[in-house]
């Protein structure tokens, strides 16, 4: 074990209390006077509880192998982010730049968000199951100096080289000048003139850092997600409204009360991770879990397992995962004490009634409301979901039902006009801004108008559609554009077809979505060979899935491709995608009209080629 490690084995509190000088106290009830009147953010997170309660714990670090749970106090996480802040400022990092973290969930990866929070740089998180294309991109997009990574990263029972996928990006990122690494595992890696040891380098550095004085305005982060078209888009959130709405949906929307253990399972590379693992819990002074693993690591017992170990109060996971763990069946649940569980939430694509019954019923006992949380990247925090606080409120299964305190949803027909009657399903847009909205597209805020107000105009426009029930409750139905969920992960099908039609033996491509019974979404590759090319089906269809995984990531990875001649287009020359959705969903009565399209026959070409593939 090396001396240096900060947080990543236990009996780290003995050791590193040595460093926690005698007047850090004092001196931190002083950086507290700037809390109220400048959202100085890592404030907000972390030195006022440090004055009210400094050994509660802050984090509980739920490694990837059972039972070795690191906890981390309120006053380590201050001391952490502290040294890492003065450290990021030595190394030249200013206000106003942006630092790229590509980290699986732990602690540090909490104490560097909220360094770059406290000296006033923007964080940018990239999912570190993304690939060094992916990584590199997000970079570039983002002209980021700096990187944080560690060495390795372990889920599952294996380990991934996320250093190594950083070396090969920053290749192609000119920009970067700095990577600090942090020891997840003890195996070392091979370190370049760019590499800073960074646990080494924190010990050097103090552990105060005076917190950079942040307008309301100003931006906290940015977070890539996939749109319809073209590149993925950092979306910009700000200081205050963020902060302020991830901490009051944390509190009531799950019932939070003071002392309760917040079990959020996302990974921190998504916005469920940012404002649920980390911001609003912490705003809100809770214990807050770190989840590395995955949900049948060690075996399909493991979420259920931590909530008896560690004492979880309310339960936050994505309906893919239930749905999984449904199939392995009850045993794995009933085998442990889920008395503490208060609420159960649901979040990333919509959840299904067998999946909604089962984690009510089982996972629940019947006794835990389970909460269908609505919202996205965008809106930076829940916007429609059943608030089990309110003492009328009913809970319909797989409803998102009631919009949050300041949310005004309208629906939409397909002229654009505002629908009014209830029993009716539309265009899900929001009436007037909130505070967790994001401000802007990173370097482009002209794609953020067009996105986003233009649909509807003096409308934010989602991008789902929804239905509102005769009650006027909301269920959410789904995308409208080309975006697909995958396991409650969110991909542009042009950023898949993009990378499809790189190959040299592709000549076009179209991506759709399809049920899958587990992920919600699979993905399907409709692909048109080069006439001139002479291939193995079998062989292009290898090389496409390693293309994908390795410019973008493994859940992006097509389910299943189907080789066609031609693809059904309008005259125009548009692929006719809706067609090929009912032709993957064996809907053949639901084509609709296919006047507009150039040559009917190939229609029946795919129809043919879907069948054959069954
Ligand atoms: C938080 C998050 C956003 C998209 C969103 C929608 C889908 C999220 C949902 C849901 C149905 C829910 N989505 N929550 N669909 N019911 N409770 O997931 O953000 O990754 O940006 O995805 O996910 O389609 O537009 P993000």
New binding site residues.
């Given amino acids: 074990m090396k001396h240096h490690s900060i947080v990543w084995h236990k009996n780290v509190k003995k050791r590193h209390s040595i460093v926690w000088h005698k007047n850090v106290k004092k001196r931190h009830s002083i950086v507290c006077v700037h809390v109220f009147s400048l959202w100085a953010h890592s404030v907000n997170c972390l030195d006022r509880h440090v004055h009210t309660c400094p050994e509660r714990v802050a984090l509980i670090w739920e490694r990837d192998e059972p039972g070795s749970e690191v906890k981390v106090t309120y006053r380590e996480l201050l001391e952490m982010t502290c040294r890492l802040g003065n450290l990021l400022r030595h190394r030249g990092v200013k206000r106003g730049d942006c630092v790229t973290i590509y980290m699986s969930p732990c602690p540090l990866a909490v104490a560097s968000m909220l360094a770059c929070a406290r000296i006033g740089a923007a964080h940018n998180v990239v999912f570190a199951g993304f690939s060094a294309e992916a990584l590199a991109e997000r970079i570039r997009d983002a002209r980021s100096s700096t990187v944080i990574t560690v060495n390795q990263g372990v889920r599952g029972g294996k380990v991934t080289e996320l250093k190594r996928t950083v070396d090969t990006a920053v290749q192609s990122c000119p920009t970067v000048q700095q990577v600090f690494v942090a020891m997840r595992t003890e195996n070392p890696v091979v370190m370049t003139a760019k590499d800073v040891a960074m646990e080494e380098e924190m010990l050097k550095e103090d552990v105060v850092c005076e917190p950079a004085a942040m307008d309301s305005e100003d931006v906290l982060f940015l977070l890539y997600?996939s749109g319809s078209t073209g590149k993925p888009k950092g979306l910009v959130h700000t200081q205050a409204g963020y902060l302020l709405y991830a901490a009051l949906t944390h509190r009531y929307v799950f019932s939070y009360h003071d002392g309760d253990v917040f079990g959020c399972v996302a990974d921190i590379g998504?916005?469920?991770g940012h404002s649920y693992s980390v911001y609003g819990p912490l705003a809100n002074g809770g214990t807050t879990v770190l989840f590395e693993s995955t949900p049948i690591y060690p075996d399909p017992g493991r979420y259920w397992e931590m909530v008896q170990r560690l004492k979880i109060n309310q339960f936050y996971g994505a309906p893919t995962a239930i749905r999984l763990l449904l199939k392995y069946g009850d045993q794995w649940v009933h085998k442990y004490d889920r008395s503490t569980l208060k609420t159960l939430g649901?979040?990333?694509?919509?959840?299904n009634t067998e999946a909604w019954e089962w984690y009510h019923s089982v996972v629940g006992d019947g006794r835990c409301p389970v909460v269908?949380?609505?919202?996205?990247?965008?809106t930076g925090g829940i916007c429609i979901a059943p608030r089990p606080s309110d003492p009328d409120a009913e809970i319909v299964p797989g409803m998102?039902m009631r919009p949050f305190f300041g949310i005004k949803p309208v629906l939409m027909d397909t002229e654009g006009k505002v629908v009014t009657s209830n029993n009716t399903s539309g265009a899900l847009c929001i009436a007037q801004p909130w505070p967790g909205m994001a401000r802007t597209i990173h370097n482009n805020h002209q794609r953020f108008t067009e996105t986003y107000c233009q649909p509807h105009p003096g409308y934010f426009f989602?991008?789902?559609g929804a239905y509102r029930s005769k009650e006027g409750y909301y269920q959410?139905t789904?995308?409208l554009d080309d975006?697909i969920?995958v396991s409650?992960?969110?991909i542009g099908t042009a950023e898949i077809e993009d990378v499809v039609n790189q190959c040299s033996a592709v000549a076009e491509s179209a991506v759709i979505g399809y049920s899958h019974n587990i992920k919600g979404q699979g993905v399907y590759a409709f692909v048109v060979l080069k006439k001139s090319v002479e291939v193995e089906e079998a062989d292009v269809s290898r090389q496409l899935t390693v293309m994908v995984s390795k410019n973008i990531a493994k859940y992006a990875c097509p389910d299943c491709i189907q080789f066609v001649q031609r693809l059904p287009k309008t005259r125009s020359g548009k692929i006719m995608r809706r067609v090929l959705r009912k032709v993957v969903e064996c809907e053949l009565n639901g084509l609709g009209d296919l006047s507009t399209l150039d040559d009917p026959t190939t229609v029946q070409e795919i129809i043919q080629g879907h069948r054959d593939l069954l």
């Fill in positions: 997600t998504w916005i469920t649901s979040v990333g694509e919509p959840i269908d949380t609505w919202w996205q990247t965008e998102a989602t991008g789902d959410i789904g995308r975006v969920n409650g992960h969110r």
